[in-house]
């Protein structure tokens, strides 16, 4: 124990506090800066494009047959006789008291928009990954084990189908034979009509909402009408998701410490999953979580088809109807997004490998 | 077998009976009328603001007017609705509503000359995008408390200047014209909008309907007024569905799920048709298909060179193929169905004729560009007409754009030809033949940008003179006379090319009856509807 140590008063073989927490604060501010540098970069180019576009928004308020002064005054009011330098400072003050202003389509706060349709999205993404991690993992790992085999050749054969078919027509032929032929499931929409505003919103999952309000019947209608799209949207995850498991594990099954561990006599099923799947976790990760963010910013074409009402179409008829203010929300709340899935992948790359930290 | 393929087996056997018992409903209850419907274009349910299709809907089932269109008559035009009577001056500047006793707001308040003189001096106040249907009446923000008033059980409107009785009320019966509660709505005033922020999103009529829920891009729920004072209607709920594909609404229909599918496209109609149990009913739509040629154009003014261009388009041909079921063929700036409408379609593709009228304006090797919007069946007729023109030696570049792109150039009088649509703002005949023709002042200067004669720069002559008598002529039939001749010397001098009609195509349920979408003239109704 040094002098200094005795005068400080501290026990001996302990670090000070600021210590232990210096490091963990520095990730963090760094985390937080990097989160705001790329939010920023996104903002910016985000509200660039959407001012080259060639959408009108003033046309889109005041109407084709509009006189030419009130064209001007509406072009007026929106600021967009301003610098676009200056707009943009505008906006991005908006944006940091989380106004994202108000959706011409909807005379919603788009804020508001966005929370009535992201929990739709959230939660069709959330059961279409599960959906894809539960079958292409497995599928993924057998395929590697069996390389060569006709379980090798069948796993291949779906991915190939799920990466090239079109998800709309797809979509449509599970719409047409499930719902429309054998009705086994529930239509476009996400719940009958007699369910809708049945139970109170809670987190705007219905499923979720259904089981806290305890109204089972709810939750058996809102998850035939979720199945099919999740399905579909888990199919096209479990494509991508087999694929990468296949290759990552055909890349431990022939490496040194595998086959030492088999000559030393360890179980197949040990191997496999003890060893050579503990060390492609990280890598599944980053698989995972980049085809999360993928349906979490907004299967367009899936929400059309089944009439669900996502972030994917709200985005999409917000361009097609020059509501730039929706569009520029719902573009930050998906980068946003990304930024969060590329967080927690880092949180769990250093969980699961100590080299990381 | 081993433990974990049984568990695998017995999961899956689970889940396909859990799954296999999810069943649709065959059908959707008696009282209730299901419609899957775009409902993406509205914005706001005010009527003193709304003017998209989706949202017209709404807010006639919900809100009374002073007059309405009776959907089981519309060809009888206007009828008593909240004004039980009026009577006009003899100078026919002023027109005195008597109200109906006894009917009340959905919030229970008495309709009263009060609530209906306010409406129409706030629509004026607020200036919405579709003020203009009663500012055209010479209201202003500063008079209108003059010139729109109570007293007592009547409602006294003042115009500018004498017009046609008829079109007066027409205009009363579009969106605008809608009836709020006063009190409701000025209890929901925030910052002296006059509850326009509130009436977005909410409803305060006297309608056989009331607005139960609109989520955007998702649905729209009415509930029958039980006190409405044409009875409770048939239907107690009405649930607007937003699906945007076809091929989705089809399936609703045929599964049982909805009564009306309103955006079948050609395929899926034809395909509806064949089936039991379900019927196609068509309704002719306002909308209207035109090209127009630019009056600065040196060769594309000349009278031989428009005729020429009439007898360069293969209406037929458009209408029996690519827009079969969709549009029919019309020449004429009002629409079938309306006041004045006529049925007169003299062009027909005729190329010998075209190049015979070409050779007389000395017109050889003519290049020029049409603007159109992004849209398929614009595009296709474009195509069309690439072909057509070119038969007759003039080379047609198409170019495709968005709105802003297109719109504005042709707003800015830039482009040669402008292929577009045009839909009527109210149901009167004024709607139309105030912007194709009329344009008092043809100057650049003038910037009348919301005038289609102005940007098609067109100065009609005396066809502008003919427009603006036509609208203060009290006779009914010289009305419709004036109107019939204008469009006559419309079709054949103007730079205007008429095409086709819109046709609205609903597939309906068997059971489902009376069911309108409104025609051209107004909207869809739905307290008529029975199953």
Request: include cysteine; glycine fraction near 8%.
């Amino acid at each position: 124990m040094s002098a200094q140590d005795m005068s400080n008063g501290r026990r001996p073989g302990r670090a000070p506090l600021s210590h232990a927490l210096w490091p963990l604060l520095k990730t963090t501010l760094r985390t937080l800066g990097s989160v705001a540098v790329t939010l920023l970069g996104l903002l910016f180019v985000t509200f660039i494009i959407a001012r080259v576009m060639p959408i009108d928004p003033v046309l889109a308020i005041v109407g084709e047959r509009a006189s030419q002064s009130t064209y001007d005054a509406v072009y007026h009011q929106l600021g967009l006789d301003k610098p676009l330098i200056v707009q943009f400072f505008y906006y991005l003050w908006d944006v940091l008291h989380l106004d994202f202003g108000t959706s011409l389509l909807t005379a919603h706060p788009v804020s508001q928009d966005i929370a009535r349709v992201f929990p739709a999205t959230l939660e069709l993404a959330t059961l279409g990954i599960t959906i894809g991690i539960l079958f292409g993992v497995p599928l993924g790992v057998l395929a590697a084990v069996r390389k060569g085999s006709w379980i090798d050749q069948i796993a291949r054969v779906v991915a190939l189908i799920g990466y090239s078919m079109p998800i709309f027509w797809l979509g449509l032929m599970g719409l047409l034979v499930f719902y429309g032929v054998l009705g086994w499931v529930g239509g476009p929409g996400r719940v009958g009509i007699f369910y809708a505003d049945v139970v109170p919103p809670v987190t705007g999952m219905i499923l979720l909402d259904s089981l806290i309000d305890g109204n089972l019947e709810v939750f058996r209608d809102a998850f035939s009408h979720i199945i099919l799209p999740a399905s579909l949207l888990g199919y096209y995850s479990l494509a991508y998701i087999s694929r990468m498991t296949r290759s990552f594990m055909l890349e431990q099954l022939s490496a040194e410490y595998v086959t030492t561990a088999r000559v030393k006599g360890m179980s197949e099923w040990h191997v496999i999953w003890r060893h050579a799947f503990r060390n492609i976790r990280v890598q599944l990760i980053t698989v995972i979580a980049l085809s999360y963010a993928g349906l979490l910013e907004g299967s367009v074409l899936t929400e059309i088809i089944f009439s669900w009402p996502g972030i994917g179409s709200y985005i999409t008829t917000a361009l097609l109807s020059a509501d730039m203010s929706a569009v520029l929300g719902g573009t930050v709340v998906v980068g946003l997004i990304f930024i969060l899935l590329n967080i927690f992948s880092d949180l769990l790359y250093k969980i699961f490998d100590p080299r990381a930290k | 077998m081993n433990v974990m393929n049984r568990l695998l087996c017995g999961a899956a056997l689970g889940l396909a009976v859990s799954v296999s018992s999810f069943g649709a409903w065959a059908e959707t209850p008696a009282n209730m009328l299901v419609i899957a419907h775009r409902i993406d274009d509205i914005t706001t349910l005010d009527p003193a603001e709304s003017f998209e299709f989706a949202g017209s809907d709404v807010s006639r089932n919900v809100y009374g007017r002073l007059v309405y269109l009776d959907p089981a008559d519309l060809s009888a035009g206007y009828k008593p609705d909240l004004a039980e009577s009026w009577e006009v001056s003899e100078d026919g500047m002023t027109i005195t509503f008597t109200m109906r006793e006894g009917v009340k707001f959905h919030s229970g308040n008495p309709v009263r000359a009060e609530d209906a003189a306010f409406s129409l001096q706030r629509a004026v106040i607020l200036n919405k995008t579709p003020a203009f249907i009663l500012t055209q009446f010479g209201f202003t923000p500063e008079n209108v408390a003059e010139t729109i008033k109570a007293e007592g059980n009547k409602l006294i409107i003042t115009t500018d200047k004498k017009y046609a009785t008829s079109f007066v009320l027409n205009c009363l019966t579009a969106t605008i014209g809608g009836i709020v509660d006063m009190e409701l709505v000025m209890a929901n005033e925030v910052d002296g909008d006059m509850g326009n922020t509130w009436l977005k999103t909410n409803s305060a009529g006297s309608g056989p309907y009331t607005l139960g829920s609109w989520k955007p891009n998702e649905s729209v729920t009415l509930v029958s007024n039980p006190d409405y004072y044409g009875g409770a209607p048939a239907m107690e709920r009405v649930i607007v569905r937003h699906v945007i594909e076809s091929a989705s609404q089809r399936l609703l229909l045929e599964r049982g799920d909805i009564d009306i599918a309103r955006n079948l496209n050609p395929e899926d109609i034809a395909g509806v048709m064949e089936m039991d149990g379900l019927k196609v009913e068509d309704e002719l739509k306002g909308r209207l298909m035109y090209i127009a040629l630019n009056g600065n154009h040196p060769v594309l003014s000349k009278p031989e060179v428009r005729q020429a261009f009439k007898y360069l388009i293969d209406y037929e041909g458009m209408q029996n193929s690519f827009l079969k079921g969709q549009y029919t063929i019309h020449q004429n700036f009002l629409p079938a169905t309306y006041l004045g409408a006529s049925d007169e379609n003299p062009f027909s593709l005729n190329i010998e004729k075209a190049k015979a009228l070409l050779a007389e304006a000395g017109v050889e090797g003519l290049e020029i560009e049409a603007g159109v919007r992004e849209a398929q069946e614009r595009i296709e007729i474009a195509q069309s007409l690439q072909n057509t023109l070119a038969q007759a030696g003039i080379k047609l570049n198409i170019t495709v754009g968005t709105a802003k792109q297109i719109l504005g150039r042709f707003r800015a009088r830039d482009l040669d030809v402008y292929l577009g649509a045009w839909g009527p703002d109210y149901p009167d005949p004024q709607t139309n033949a105030g912007t194709f023709a009329y344009n008092p002042d043809n100057s650049d200067a003038a910037n009348a940008t919301g005038l289609l004669a102005w940007r098609t720069a067109w100065n009609p002559g005396d066809l502008t003179e003919k427009t603006a008598a036509a609208v203060t002529e009290t006779d009914r039939d010289t009305r419709i006379k004036m109107y019939q001749d204008i469009q006559a010397e419309f079709r054949e001098t103007s730079p205007f090319a008429i095409m086709f009609q819109q046709i609205e195509q609903s597939a309906l349920q068997e059971n489902v009856m009376n069911f309108s979408t409104g025609q051209a003239v107004t909207s869809a109704a739905y307290w008529q509807v029975t199953k």
